[in-house]
């Protein structure tokens, strides 16, 4: 996700004519490290994480739908910037892994009000992250974006229904949380420059009032006084668990 999340912000650079000669030879790097770290699996291409993630009970080689949908963006500009058809072909096959549900080793899962929702975690118990599955929807939109196909953008649209119906559910009042399993708070760095502008670039692209409505509330909820609540809260929270460690 990092490596990622990096290219995507060389490409963005390039796009400013900033350093095009550098940011072009490391985007070629980043093109060949995903290669040479990709698994083939059926008619998908996947990214395997390589470290247990004991918060969400998963164990070294699972596989995060946060990291397709980055996937699938990160190749489609690629396939703009060097204009060869592979890449487009990549973002499709990263694609491809996103039809396959929890129950068949995948990230989708269907809740039991009928919601489709895309994991970056595929815990067994639901965690349904946020940011994760809004980063996923990116990538939908992208590849609908630029192929048209009527089955992504039937994707994107059963998103679109699950965030809006759900995005509420992250609400606590005066601040937002990271997932629907452990319901914590996110950091204050996070809720600015990461659920505020998620919230702000779904309204531009659905024009759904509820979007606007959680980006322009949390934005508020940015005061002196929540920053510091929850700071206090982490603080506490990491304090509470370095303890139980010692005392178990």
Not at 27 to 42: A, M, V
Request: with cysteine; hydrophobic share 40%; net charge positive.
């Amino acid at each position: 996700v990092v490596i990622l999340q990096y290219g995507l912000i060389l490409y963005d650079l390039i796009l400013q004519d900033i350093d095009i000669a550098t940011n072009t030879s490391i985007l070629k790097n980043i093109l060949t490290w995903l290669d040479q770290n990709k698994c083939i699996e059926g008619d998908s291409f996947v990214w395997k994480n390589v470290k247990d993630n004991p918060r969400y009970g998963l164990k070294a080689g699972y596989i995060s739908a946060m990291t397709q949908g980055e996937a699938i963006s990160f190749y489609l500009r690629m396939y703009e910037l060097f204009q060869e058809d592979k890449y487009l072909s990549y973002a499709q096959k990263a694609y491809n892994f996103l039809s396959k549900s929890y129950e068949e080793g995948g990230t989708k899962r269907i809740d039991n009000k009928g919601y489709l929702w895309y994991e970056e975690y595929p815990s067994s118990t639901p965690s349904f992250v946020l940011n994760g599955f809004v980063y996923t929807v990116f990538g939908i939109y992208d590849l609908y974006k630029k192929t048209q196909d009527p089955s992504v953008k039937k994707d994107f649209d059963e998103c679109i229904r699950t965030l809006s119906a759900n995005v509420h559910r992250y609400d606590v009042g005066y601040w937002s949380v990271y997932d629907l399993l452990h319901k914590e708070l996110v950091m204050a760095y996070y809720q600015k420059n990461v659920h505020v502008p998620q919230m702000e670039a779904l309204f531009f692209l659905t024009n759904n009032p509820v979007f606007l409505k959680y980006k322009t509330k949390w934005e508020k909820t940015l005061n002196p006084i929540n920053i510091l609540f929850v700071e206090i809260m982490y603080r506490v929270r990491y304090r509470w668990f370095w303890l139980s460690k010692k005392l178990n």
